[in-house]
């Protein structure tokens, strides 16, 4: 998102301003040999982002001088933030509450609890001794959560209490974000949820919430969870998809995410009925935004923009010429150095959308959430749903050249 924000921005006429901790980042990313999109901005400004208390000042001052229209971010940890300054300065946005409350994965719980909305039993405690007598009462195997990162980091299945002292340890060994924020100590225990799982994308404006559909996903890595493809739209009955999307927008009315939000509502199809796993009130990531545009034409990141500016978002279906389409990514098990990882010839097969894959010389460690990928492949189908299929087979003859020493 950090790289179609800009460009949606720039697409849909406007400009904008952005605002960084730490620019020396983007000065050495360079996506396709060019400057970082970000850096496109008019105006670039560096400030402690992590301060929300020094920043809302700052941002009114420049709000008086180059007068903002909408305030948005491409990431997640900065979801909260966003939503106190454009509170802070009357613009577009749900209430910085809301989207706290869904940023916080034990304030997502207690909301949708309170609220009846379906979800795994769950206990969220600091202590050793609490939470050990949380997951006796929950019950194994059980899910180890953080509550306050993202892209599945330090997510895992335990099946015994050693498992859960493992996983209760890693989490205490990474005190701060990626962002440079300090972490809360609290560990949230949830009970293991059966059945696939799908996400539900949405729109919402003006205290309406328009779903765009349903995508499917796959995990893999246990204990860890990691997202190993997606296909758009899933493969679903009728009433799976309804029932999924019903769940979706009773989450959404809870947490009072209802004006001007795109949102990815992540449910577990259970034998007891759809379960809500997250809501997450930003796009999609893991190029699912990309997904939906190649079958309906319709362009999450452009009705991001729109939404943050209080604008009606464009959400008309165009014909694309396919029906579905998948993305699959390449999930390294083991450690080393990359030396060789050959799909070359791939990127010129006619039903392959993307191919992107890491260079030799790359360190590689395996992978224990959505941050290590050495790649993906995406592929579409004019006939149905059989995108995912395609994407597996590149994949496995992109895994046949893969060489990790």
């Known amino acids: 998102m950090s790289r179609l924000l800009p460009r949606a921005i720039r697409e849909g006429g406007h400009e904008f301003t952005f605002l960084t901790r730490d620019l020396h980042h983007y000065l050495r990313s360079a996506p396709e040999g060019t400057a970082h999109p970000l ?18 000042p700052l941002v009114e001052r420049l709000h008086a001088v180059l007068g903002f229209d909408g305030v948005l971010t491409s990431c997640d940890y900065y979801l909260p933030t966003v939503g106190r300054i454009a509170g802070h300065l009357g613009l577009p946005g749900p209430s910085p509450e809301a989207v706290e409350n869904a940023c916080r994965k034990d304030a997502t719980r207690r909301v949708l609890a309170d609220a009846g909305v379906p979800g795994p039993r769950f206990a969220v405690h600091e202590e050793w001794a609490d939470i050990a007598c949380a997951a006796r009462e929950i019950g194994y195997p059980l899910v180890v959560k953080p509550i306050d990162l993202c892209a599945g980091m330090f997510v895992r299945r335990v099946d015994d209490e050693e ?8 989490l205490a060994d990474f005190p701060v974000n990626a962002r440079g924020q300090r972490r809360a100590p609290v560990v949230l225990l949830e009970e293991m949820l059966d059945g696939p799982e799908v996400s539900v994308e949405t729109v919402s404006h003006a205290g309406t919430v328009h ?25 679903l009955t009728a009433a799976d998809a309804e029932a999924a999307e019903q ?13 001007g939000v795109v ?19 930003r796009p999609a990531g893991n190029r699912i935004t990309e997904l939906i545009r190649h079958v309906t034409g319709i362009n999450l990141a452009a009705a991001f923009v729109d939404v ?9 279906r165009a014909e694309t010429g396919l029906r579905s389409a998948a993305v699959g990514f390449l999930v390294p098990h083991t450690a080393g150095t990359l030396e060789s990882l050959e799909g070359g010839p791939l990127r010129h097969a ?3 959308l993307e191919l992107q894959l890491a260079e030799p010389g790359k360190q590689v460690k395996a992978a224990g959430s ?6 993906h492949i995406m592929a579409g189908d004019p006939e149905g749903t059989g995108a995912r299929d395609r994407v597996e087979a590149l994949l496995a003859e992109v895994r046949s050249g893969l060489v990790i020493r």
């Not at 498992?163 to 890693?170: I, K, N, T, W």
């Not at 559909?213 to 493809?229: L, M, N, Q, Y």
């Not at 943050?308 to 008309?316: E, F, I, M, T």
């Open 39 to 56: 850096l496109a901005a008019r105006h670039v400004i560096t400030a402690d982002t992590n301060d929300t208390a020094a920043l809302l």
């Open 163 to 170: 498992q859960l002292a493992a996983a209760v340890s890693a």
């Open 211 to 235: 779903v765009v559909g349903v995508t499917d996903k796959s995990i893999g890595g246990a204990p860890a969870f990691i997202e190993t493809g997606h296909m758009f739209p899933a493969a």
């Open 247 to 259: 769940t979706a927008l009773a989450a959404l009315k809870a947490l009072g995410l209802t004006d």
């Open 263 to 281: 949102a990815h509502t992540e449910i577990k199809l259970t034998t007891d009925g759809p379960r809500v796993v997250e809501v997450n009130p």
């Open 308 to 316: 943050a500016l209080g604008r009606a978002p464009d959400l008309r």
């Open 350 to 352: 006619p039903d392959v």
């Open 370 to 375: 959505n941050n290590e990928y050495l790649g």
